[in-house]
């Protein structure tokens, strides 16, 4: 069998066992001819067989037939130094050699004088340290006392190269810890990815652009979880590279010296994550001794600059479309047929990594259950476990049950009937080019107690997905930008999730900008700005609750979608709530239910608080509600505000 004939780890193996014995042979000549090989190290003699001549021919014949092994991609004399440097590693017998020749330097991993004395039989050691120097500053050998005599530094083969030379692969556990190993094998093959035809285009020729070396780093924009480390992973794929990633802000010196020797060594893209803040430059740190191209993931805004993004291409990923999610679905073990798929779709327009993340937990759920089929609940359960860490220290999730139609007067309904149908089809009017996105940014006017946060649930009840109310108090800061950095992130985490976010009281956030008189104007109108060109570019669904309209700034209302007026409930629409709030089986006659709704211009709010509280009273007495529990709770509603109750008695 040739060289050429075995597969890539035998092959590097085959070449690491060529290379240790012309170091072997040529150790033992060294010895032999110095008599400095003891009695009792008697077993180095026998340790190899052949001369070096041999040794070299055998070499030679395989690195014509295949030059790409680690060792392979240093010259001879590097690859030589490398060799003799990891020998303790295979035998531990190698130290007491080492100790004995380098006495009375204390030490069993070799010196860079002995090293030179053994394999280039010379005493002048300049060059072998030059050698020395490169290598770990290549991360390829490690010299742990350079503040001595450069003849006695002390050389150390690192974990990471010496599984990388014996073995032509790397495993997670040799590498330090804030670096992650992503084999080639566990990415999608790039012609099985979604992309947009423009990048698609992009993406095809930038496997044979790497090997080029022309680009410095690939750029990769988008949402998190959206995709950006699994197409670098598919383009890596196809040349046969592995990705190696770490976080930028964090990456440590044994991290950047270990990225250097893989790149060196072996078919390895490295990976930085970046994340800077909508209103952040962040520089993106240097990796010397890494001599191609890298890969860097970031979000949709912030700025980046640094030494790596001399030559950079930048990719931009889009939302992912119906069809690519259905594929994605049925990937994860969605069965099209018994599952509900077409619903599925429709209502979760979340990550590509949300969605696989989801799928796993959903299917896990429902054989749980014992459920052969998967239905939309699970898959809304699921999703709402995605992030949620993240989420609910700036925003609140509410209750995901099911609520009813709010009672509206007929305009208020037939609005939001059309911010349904907008929510619903969103995607759809993107796609057909009717509308710019498929964001929905939709306000809810009206005196308080007039059912818009109650609309606000139905709404998200029925499309299926989860809403969350922004905290003002967890978001607004004091200190400058602070504010924007909380609001970005809340935004863009809905994004990613694709819930519904509710922005309530949304008129402190929105109030018109004024003339800047000193500093708090300056930054209360840069707030405004930001959240102007924010809300502008969302693409989710984001509903603004105000119950003073007139103070939102113009410049919002032009961004408003919908707006839905919620005005108090005139006397049938107050029998309906009241109905609607009274518990089941209760006792209260329908002309005491008429007398309140026709003398009492309460709002919705009111009304249901004093349903509440005529239930209180019921369950104390152990009876259903009677008109004495109603009248009370209405009277209680009128003397908490102040007013006089209209009702005799």
Known sequence: MTATLLPPAQLAARHADLMRGLVLARMRQRLDDSGALLDEQGWFSGHVSGSEAEWAQRLDE????????????????????????????????????????????????????????????????????????????????????????????????????????????????????????????????????????????????????????????VVVRGLPRSGRRTLLGSIAREIGWDLVCCEAATVSDEARLTLAALTTLGPVLPVLRCQPGYDETLAVPPLPGVDRAIGITAGPAG???????????????????????????????????????????????????????????????????????????DVRAAVGQLNRQQLEPLATRLDPHAYPRPVLDPGANEELATLL??????????????????????????????????????????????????????????????????????????EELGVVLLLDEGDSLMARRTDVNDANDRYANLETNFLLQRLEGFSGIVLITSNQAARIDRAFLRRIDITVDFLPPNPEQRWQILAAHLPAGHAVSDATMTEIARRCPLTGGVIRNAALHASLLALDEDQPVEDRHLLAGVRREYRRTGATCPLPG
Request: aromatic share 4%; proline share 6%.
């Open 62 to 217: 395989l690195e014509l037939q295949a030059p790409t092994t680690p060792l392979g991609r240093l010259d001879r004399d590097d690859a030589l130094l490398v060799t003799a440097a990891g020998l303790i590693e295979d035998d531990i017998r190698f130290g007491a050699l080492f100790a004995a020749l380098q006495a009375p330097l204390i030490s069993r991993r070799p010196c860079v004088g002995l090293l030179s004395w053994l394999l280039a039989g010379s005493a002048d050691d300049h060059e072998l340290a030059r050698r020395c120097q490169r290598l770990a500053r290549s991360g390829i050998l490690e010299v742990s006392n350079t503040a001595d005599p450069r003849a006695e530094w002390v050389v150390k083969l690192p974990v990471a190269v010496g599984e990388l030379i014996q073995t032509g692969t790397v495993s997670p556990d040799s590498l330090p810890g804030d670096l992650m190993l992503h084999p080639a094998t566990e990415f999608t093959p790039l012609d099985q990815l979604w992309m947009t035809p423009g990048l698609s285009d992009q993406a095809e020729v930038l496997p044979a652009t790497l090997l080029t070396g022309a680009l410095s780093a």
């Open 303 to 377: 700025g980046l600059t640094g030494e790596p993004l001399d030559r950079p291409l930048t990719l931009t990923l889009q939302h992912c479309p119906a069809q690519a999610r259905r594929d994605l679905w049925v990937r994860s073990g969605f069965d099209p047929i018994r599952d509900d798929l077409p619903t599925i779709v429709d209502s979760f327009l979340i990550t590509p990594g949300n969605l696989v993340a989801a799928a796993g937990v959903a299917l896990t759920a429902a054989a749980a259950t014992g459920r052969a089929a998967v239905r939309a609940d």
């Open 421 to 494: 149908l907008r929510c619903r089809y969103r995607e759809r009017l993107a796609a057909e080019g009717v509308t710019a996105d498929r964001g929905v940014r939709a306000l809810f006017s009206g005196p308080s107690g007039t059912g818009k946060t109650l609309a606000a649930r139905y709404l998200a009840a029925c499309l299926s997905i989860d809403i969350y109310r922004v905290n003002l108090a967890s978001v607004v800061n004091k200190y400058i930008g602070v504010t924007e950095r909380n609001l970005d992130k809340v935004l863009t985490i809905a």
